[in-house]
């Protein structure tokens, strides 16, 4: 994800060291297969598997051994992200299992020893993946990712009116790190969504503490208020409670993600639905926040995705159509340098013409990588074509050398395609509407039948017709 996070200066604070207070866990899905939530909101949607499952597929062989490497060796929170954006296509079981066994045995790496150094938003974020993955979160590598993450997490006082700074921070995530606090809006989301799952008896207090971050408006901060600060609530206009997109997304998909159906968490999605709904451009896309605060495939795939989650379907459509067109599908008779990376999305437009000519740059693969598997989120919400792909020649025969006039119909929206005959081909680009696409090719020399052919990642037509000298 494309934003930094301030430190926020740490107090002394009670965490707590209870024994686990959970009920019992409920399996995980038996294989990678959309979540209840993301099936429902599906439902009644005709949408289009092809972008995410290429997208999913070239991120898959980004991994080496299960896991993401980059230029500084293992990442382990990108292969987190990796293994929960493959979470939400099908046939990624494999896949995910791959990425557990490996991540695994290493997971102290990625949360810390837990003593000295324990990081709330890698355990919650770690617990969710372990969920997602079949593996139990109270015992994953040997340590008990809910027991930790209660330990990170603030307690209720017994008495709040005469503690009114322990309970203004009451279900707040910490760090314990010695490089200092790190802990944030987004992963306090994924701490709700992971501790409501395991009915932890600080599921509660995590989720209202969240629910203080949701500025009046419907928006979500990314950074906390300091530890000793008695406000500890999103302040509409007040200095550190700037508007986040993506915070506001991550905390909609794993407040959706979580379960938890009560008032406060309704009112809180249809306020922060609203927002996003209002924040997203005519073209489908969203900016990042300061300070990067720039038109990207991560925001928008996030922001569309929280948006579908909650059935504001032409929003997210709007949104996976935006991602969609910054996916290439270079293949066929229109390779190009990207033809090899099939499936990658950039992060943004700009990023992809430099790439058709010299290939992804060995210093930008990481940033691919952490586009894609955000965009694998957006993008399954891309509309289907309404009708089978095929191709109409307006002519039976011509000469060689004429441009003939060919018809494509059954694009869907977005959707790439290469038309081609011996000799010449154009890349098409699927309307927003579905509709017929309109293009010449120049026929070939030769005294012969010749084919014409649209072909996309998945699907192919075709139509010929006499060619004569």
Request: hydrophobic share 40%; with cysteine.
């Amino acid at each position: 994800m494309h934003h930094r996070i301030r430190p926020v200066r740490t107090a002394l604070v009670a965490l707590s060291t209870a024994a686990l207070g959970v009920g019992v866990l409920a399996a995980p899905p038996a294989s990678a297969e959309p979540t209840p939530a993301l099936r429902a909101a599906k439902a009644a949607v005709n949408t289009d598997s092809t972008p995410s499952t290429i997208a999913a597929q070239w991120l898959a062989g980004e991994l080496s051994n299960g896991l993401i490497v980059g230029q500084s060796g293992p990442d382990l929170g990108l292969t987190v992200d990796t293994g929960l954006g493959l979470s939400t296509v099908a046939n990624q079981g494999g896949t995910i299992t791959a990425i557990n066994n490996s991540l695994e045995p290493r997971i102290a790496d990625y949360v810390g020893d837990g003593t000295t150094e324990s990081y709330a938003g890698p355990l919650a974020k770690a617990a969710v993946f372990a969920w997602t993955a079949k593996q139990n979160p109270t015992s994953y590598g040997g340590v008990n990712l809910i027991a930790r993450l209660q330990e990170r997490t603030a307690d209720v006082p017994a008495d709040p009116a005469a503690q009114p700074q322990a309970a203004a921070i009451a279900g707040r995530i910490f760090d314990k790190s010695a490089s200092g606090n790190y802990a944030n809006v987004i992963g306090q989301s994924y701490a709700v969504r992971v501790l409501t799952l395991a009915q932890s008896t600080e599921a509660a207090a995590a989720r209202d503490f969240l629910l203080k971050q949701q500025c009046s408006s419907g928006y979500f901060r990314v950074a906390f208020a300091n530890a000793d600060v008695p406000n500890q609530s999103c302040t509409e206009g007040a200095a550190g409670s700037a508007a986040d997109p993506d915070a506001t997304a991550l905390a909609v998909i794993n407040l959706v993600e979580s379960g938890d159906t009560s008032p406060a968490v309704v009112g809180a999605l249809a306020k922060a639905g609203t927002w996003l709904a209002k924040r997203q451009r005519g073209s489908g896309a969203f900016r990042a926040a300061a300070p990067v605060s720039k038109i990207n495939t991560n925001t928008t795939a996030l922001g569309g995705y929280a948006l579908g989650l909650l059935k504001n379907r032409d929003a997210a459509l709007k949104a996976a159509l935006w991602v969609r067109k910054n996916q290439p599908v270079d293949k066929f008779k229109c390779r190009t340098a990207l033809t090899k990376d099939t499936g990658a999305v950039a992060y943004r437009p700009q990023e992809i013409a430099p790439a058709e000519t010299t290939g992804i740059p060995a210093t930008a693969r990481d940033e691919w990588r952490r586009a894609t598997a955000q965009a694998i989120l957006g993008l399954q919400f891309a509309p289907a074509s309404t009708e089978k792909l095929r191709i109409v020649s307006v002519r039976k025969q011509a000469r060689a050398g004429d441009r003939v006039q060919f018809r494509v119909f059954g694009l869907a929206p977005s959707e790439s395609a290469c038309l081609q005959v011996k000799g010449d081909f154009l890349h098409l680009t699927g309307k927003k509407n579905g509709g017929k696409i309109v293009r010449k090719l120049v026929l070939p020399t030769g005294n012969q039948r010749r084919v014409a052919l649209v072909k996309t990642a998945d699907d192919e037509a075709r139509t010929s017709l006499r060619v004569r000298n």
